[in-house]
């Protein structure tokens, strides 16, 4: 059964047309269309995740850590590039794919940075304030700014120890400094 759109993209194709035919309100121009745009569909895959504190070899509460993504378009050969996203009905002739990346280390808080990279291959970073000492789960979410329903969400877990005596964290002007890339 298909959930959303990330699941129809990534679904095998034989699996998907199957699916698709047994539809009896798509006509064959609807099929065609269909395909037409899962050719160009994004598919993303991180490939790896961590977190880290730069210049640090061990994370600490309170410390300012980094969020890295590397990120790979499944759909796209190496060399290649993503174009413009697939709006055939937009009034706008080009609109580059874009993505949001959304996450948290508590419910207090919530980061967002907008990412725009048309490579195939990709890293994203984006900078916390580790919220407690021991295990620690930082959900993120990458949503397409043009294919609504089009996301990629995981969980990362990491161990915060306790700041030792002159351990200086970090400084809220890094965390502002993580901005649009």
């Known amino acids: 059964k298909v959930v959303g759109l990330t699941s129809?993209?990534?679904?095998?194709?034989e699996q998907r047309t199957q699916q698709l035919k047994a539809l009896e309100e798509l006509d064959e121009q609807k099929l065609l269309d269909i395909q037409e745009f899962l050719r160009s569909a994004p598919r993303l895959k991180v490939?790896?995740?961590?977190?880290?504190?730069?210049g640090e070899d061990y994370i600490c509460q309170d410390d300012v850590a980094t969020l890295r993504l590397a990120v790979q378009r499944e759909n796209l050969q190496e060399g290649e590039s993503a174009g413009s996203a697939h709006t055939p009905f937009?009034?706008?002739?080009?609109?580059?794919?874009?993505?949001?990346?959304?996450?948290?280390a508590s419910s207090k808080q919530v980061q967002f940075t907008r990412v725009a990279h048309p490579t195939r291959s990709f890293d994203?970073?984006?900078?916390?304030?580790?919220p407690t000492i021991g295990k620690n789960r930082l959900k993120y979410t990458l949503t397409s700014e043009c294919y609504m329903g089009l996301v990629l969400e995981d969980v990362i877990t990491f161990e915060a120890k306790k700041?030792?005596?002159g351990h200086g964290g970090g400084s809220l002007e890094e965390l502002e400094s993580d901005g649009e890339e």
């Open 8 to 13: 129809f993209v990534q679904m095998p194709e």
């Open 163 to 165: 700041a030792p005596a």
């Open 90 to 104: 937009f009034p706008e002739p080009s609109v580059p794919e874009t993505w949001n990346l959304c996450f948290g």
């Open 47 to 54: 490939v790896k995740q961590e977190v880290v504190v730069v």
């Open 124 to 130: 994203v970073e984006a900078k916390f304030k580790v």
